[in-house]
């Protein structure tokens, strides 16, 4: 399954790469993730949690970063997991890439997505999974925009005092993203017409 998506960020373009590149700085900005282990500068493990409906999913898997084209502002990464119950498995190849839109950075990511397992049911209802898809990237942005934020308010606060040191930005407890919610979400769209 093909999954299209971007999002736009309040930093210019080297800038927004140095920070998406820095995935110990960014997976906490991505909702349900958590990184497990640094293996090298390209590999890493992690973990990802999902709730569709009564159903809790979390899959346990790696990441490699296979691709860096630094002129290009692109990168290629691929991602494998599996449920930590049993139920199936995701792999995703991923590609990102930034361009300038003003003083700001669109980031377009394409994904291709294979579902095994009892987990690939979900994979049927594509509009279900474009809708997950939508709203993790949505709350990624919004995280990293927190982020963004907090590293230039850290930058000007340093610059009139050397006594800052931190800067944090509050994440939920559980960051999962709830199916149910997207479910109903994506119901209503296509009621209005808007799928």
């Given amino acids: 399954m093909e999954i299209k998506n971007s999002f736009t960020v309040s930093s210019d373009i080297k800038t927004s790469w140095n920070i998406l590149l820095d995935i110990e700085r960014i997976a906490p900005c ?37 691709e860096v084209d630094e002129v290009n502002f692109s990168a290629k990464v691929h991602a494998k997991g599996n449920d930590t119950k049993g139920r199936g498995a995701a792999d995703a190849n991923v590609v990102f890439v930034l361009s300038e839109d003003g003083d700001k950075t669109r980031v377009d990511v394409l994904t291709e997505l294979n579902l095994s397992g009892s987990v690939a049911q979900y994979g049927r209802a594509s509009g279900l999974i474009d809708a997950i898809a939508s709203q993790i990237i949505s709350d990624f942005t919004d995280n990293l925009e927190a982020e963004i934020t907090n590293e230039k308010t850290l930058s000007t606060e340093i610059k009139k005092s050397t006594d800052t040191n931190q800067s944090g930005v509050s994440k939920k407890s559980d960051n999962s993203i709830s199916g149910l919610s997207l479910f109903f979400r994506a119901i209503w769209a296509m009621i209005l017409g808007k799928r």
């Fill in 30 to 66: 991505m909702p349900g993730a958590e990184l497990t282990a640094v293996i090298d500068d390209t590999h890493y493990k992690g973990n990802a949690k999902l709730r569709v409906g009564p159903v809790s999913l979390t899959f346990s898997g790696e990441a490699e970063i296979t």
